[in-house]
């Protein structure tokens, strides 16, 4: 064994950085492991290189919907190389900047696949490491997909990594993922269907306005299909066969590309937890409220790879990460609070909820609803740019005047839950809402009359 830390942090994304830092800057030894270049998920194969090709999506839909009102948009493209090559302007520092602020900070950065040898020892491609506890923060990967010619479907990573996007794509399963590419491929003139098991898409979301955001992606190319499932994929001249199946209805889909987009699962299956006695399942380690494995006191986890009652987000990751850490170094157990954090889709026109959803909220006998529901699309925010669809729907307890949840479709709605988060965090009454002034013409100063 060839160091002894008093922690080791399998994983260096968002969670593993955010722990290791925190650690070290308190003056332990820490060590902190990735099999990949260092960054996660989130800065390297999500989030930040997701956002950054949408941005050209942004460009040519917003061309699109001034159409008629001052802009000619005709010979407008995306240059598909040259926004990859501006995503790798962002991407490919990132590892290199990470590991060296987590060297700044006194953390040891090793490279390889961490295995558990016992119950606080890893190897790390055969070499020995000892530590006093280890965080888990592997992140999750996507759940194994069971039907023949599977090996044929690529994942998000192989699609934010395409050197140019094909005529047509099928995405497996109607959640995060397929909607944000669909409609992210729709603007490169992509024809897109998403396939999803079940009789709702996005099924975290507002029901309603999920509805709003499947017609208007189908004016743009995104065909949404329901209840369907994907029993075969083969290999044809050009492309895939893709066989569907619906209320025992075959059908056949020719595409040239399948992605997929059916859920995540922890990325825990060659981690050899049983070596250190970790009880795990697809969700996660299995954790107390505090982080802490329930079966080995000297593990703890966060982050996708934690089952917890956080979503698989970023933010939760980093908010897991802190809490983890700080119990660790304090011998605490404190509890992460996910009260208000928000979620967004980024979809064009975006998403977002925060919250309650209504049907949570109407089956909570505390909560004396009162439920403001608007149609944007003719306000001044969405007239400004063309934009066709928006709504919003904010759910209120009228005996507190508290927000309880706040549903929003339409450009600016990523910013806006924002506000309406930190009012459910910190019980904000829509009466002080109100009372704020915002500047105007903003979407913060729509709230004051979606309230
Ligand atoms: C396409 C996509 C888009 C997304 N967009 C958003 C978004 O817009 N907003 C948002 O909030 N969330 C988004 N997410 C989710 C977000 O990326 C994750 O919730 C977040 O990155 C989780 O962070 P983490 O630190 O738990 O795991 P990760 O960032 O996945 O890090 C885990 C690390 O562990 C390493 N690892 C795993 N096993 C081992 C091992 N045995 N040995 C050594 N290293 C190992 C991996 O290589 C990886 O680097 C997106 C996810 C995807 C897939
Ligand atoms: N903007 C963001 O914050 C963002 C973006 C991307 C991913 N993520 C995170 O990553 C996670 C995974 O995203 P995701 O989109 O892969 O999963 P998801 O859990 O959001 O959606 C998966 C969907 O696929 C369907 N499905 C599963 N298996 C299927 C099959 N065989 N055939 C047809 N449909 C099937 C499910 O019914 C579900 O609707 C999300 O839960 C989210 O937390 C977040």
Redesign the pocket.
Known sequence: MSESYDLMV?????????AATKCATAGWRVAI???????????????????ILRRGAEIIDGARLMRGKGIDEGGLRISWGELMAHKHGFTDPVPRSMEDTLTAVGVDTLH????FAGPTSLE?DGTGYGAARVLV??????RPLGFPGHEHVI???D??DLDTVPARILFVGGG??SF??AHLAARTGTTTVIVDRGPRPLTSFDPDLVELLVDRGRQVGVDVRRSTTITAVEPVDRGYRVTLERDGQSETVETDLVVHGAG?VA??D??RLDAAGVEWGERGVRVSGHLQATTNPGVWA?????DTAG????????S??KVAASNMLKATTTTPDYTGIP??V?TIPELVRVGMSEAEATADAAIDLVVRCSDTSTWYSSYRIGETTSAAKILIDRTTDLVVGAHLLGPGSGELVNTLGLAIKVGITTRQLKSATAAYPTHGSDLGAML
């Open positions: 399998i994983g260096a994304g968002m969670a593993g950085v955010a492991v990735d099999a990949l270049p260092y960054g996660g998920t989130c800065a390297l194969r999500g989030c930040d290189p997701k956002k390889g696949h961490a295995q790390v923060a592997t992140g999750a990967r996507p994942d998000s990573t699609f934010l995060f993922v944000e590419l995540r990325a825990l060659d981690l966060a982050g996708d790879s934690a979503m698989p987000l970023t933010p939760v990751a980093v897991e990460a979620t967004a980024f």
